[in-house]
């Protein structure tokens, strides 16, 4: 019984380290982990400070031979970046463990700690954990180099539209942004009539074209110009051009259609008015509310040109309104619009109240007009009309007016506008002094229409007050169930991301 006792309290025997002396447990080498390390270094030929190449411009870092990533700080892309600089001399120990190191954002430095294992004298196995500093040097990339350069492209679209207005150019804008259509450009130009944008490669440019041809009716006609040639490897490099052309209707246009496209329509009026512009064309007749679609390939077939200027919009009172009940539709007449109400109204110019001349007129407006109220339209009995489509119409078949919307005072809608919108980084020549004012149209579209709100990103003003989605006159506002918060990361001086300390919190702006 006391030898049994005596063997299980028996403790594993220990030898005394061959260099200093410790009694040590039993290993293959036969020496103490600290003489081991003093004599054997697992970690040499491992760079302890290595460089790593950022481009401040876009963010990104640079992976050899030729490729630039964009990494977060403190990733897992950014933690594999760093050790495949070191990736030879890793391939001879064993990696146990690699993380990051915390320091300061502007101290220009990342610090990756490594756990390594590695067999040494006689099969023991020794671990070591080191730093490696990494020191981000400023490099810029081939795409900046060619962003600086301004004049380097390889693509461009230039889209134009033929009438003075722009309140598509305003709506195509807010797609563009929507949608991300604007981030691989190299540089945005906007002219008298028209934008350009930059591309460069050629893939780009003619995925701008696609998504023009998706949102407005468009044409297009691609060219492309040799800049230079290798006969010996047979290359050859091109500029390519895109010239996109947007159908010369906006929003509020009168237009004339030719007989034989009205015919197709299902037999409605020539005179029309162009309601919306999006990836069709919506016309309504004001006389019988019968609304149709053209596309691109239909307007190009059978084209039509707007009546009147925007500028010759008149501003007429209404003095009698009565709504239209029953109407007598022809044979194979279209779709009718029910959004809009039928209405025969009495008005008079604002210019002529000291007349007794007054002008009648049908209206799709027969919902939102009142004795008394004002509302924008043209004169077609007093303007001179060069229009093939109109000198081939019977005099009776031209309305007097045409009424286009109701008016507002626009210097209270403006002050209680509530939201904004957004605005393409774009470099501006040859502004002209009206633009503001064709803005401020196309905000007022934006109120009014729902239709084409739905396809636009609309942000909360915080400088203005929350009111009621109606003022006073029932001009129409946008509720702020539709609205977006406006969101802003603050940033450091160097341009990038605050990025805090372990433990503390990451704070975004709200405005």
Known sequence: MEYMTESINRTPGHILCCDCGVPISPNPANICVACLRSKVDISQGIPKQVSISFCKQCQRYFQPPGTWIQCALESRELLALCLKKIKAPLSKV???????????????????????????MNGAILQQVFVVDYVVQSQMCGDCHRVEAKDFWKAVVQVRQKTVHKKTFYYLEQLILKYGMHQNTLRIKEIHDGLDFYYSSKQHAQKMVEFLQCTVPTRYKASQRLISQDIH???????????????????????????????????????????????????????????????????????????????????????????????????????????????????????????????????????????????????????????????????????????????????????????????????????????????????????????????????????????????????????LAEMLEDLHISQDATGEEARSAPGAAVVAKVT
Not at 97 to 116: G, N, Q, Y
Not at 313 to 318: G, T
């Open 233 to 479: 490897s047979n290359t050859y490099n091109y500029k390519s051009t895109f010239s996109v052309e947007i159908v010369p209707i906006c929003k509020d246009n009168v237009v004339c259609l030719s007989p034989k496209l009205a015919q197709s329509l299902g037999n409605m009026n020539q005179i029309c008015v162009c309601i919306r512009v999006t990836s069709v064309i919506h016309l309504i007749d004001p006389n019988t509310l019968q609304v149709a679609d053209i596309d691109g390939n239909t307007f190009w077939t059978h084209p039509f040109n707007s009546l009147c200027h925007p500028k010759q919009l008149e501003e007429f009172i209404v003095m009698e309104c009565s709504i239209v009940r029953d109407l007598k539709r022809s044979a194979g007449a279209g779709m009718i619009s029910k959004k809009h109400t039928l209405g025969e109204v009495w008005v008079q110019k604002t210019s002529e109240m000291n007349t007794d001349k007054q002008y009648f007129c049908r209206t799709h407006l027969g919902h939102l007009l009142n004795p008394g109220d004002l509302v924008l339209g043209f004169d077609l009995a007093n303007c001179n009309l060069n229009d093939e489509h109109v000198n081939k119409m019977k005099s009776d078949r031209i309305p007097d007016v045409v009424l286009i919307k109701k008016n507002y005072d626009r210097t209270k809608r403006q002050r209680r506008r509530n939201w904004k919108l957004k605005e393409l980084a774009r470099d501006r020549e040859n502004m002209d002094t009206d633009n503001e004012r064709q803005y401020q149209d196309f905000l007022e579209d934006l109120e009014e229409d729902e239709a084409i709100r739905k396809n636009v990103n609309i942000y909360r003003d915080p400088t203005i007050p929350v009111e009621s989605d109606t003022d006073d006159e029932g001009a129409p506002r946008i509720s």
């Open 94 to 120: 064993r990696l146990v463990d690699a993380s990051f190191v915390w320091t300061e954002p502007h101290s220009k430095r990342l610090k990756v700690k490594l756990t390594i294992q590695k067999e040494v």
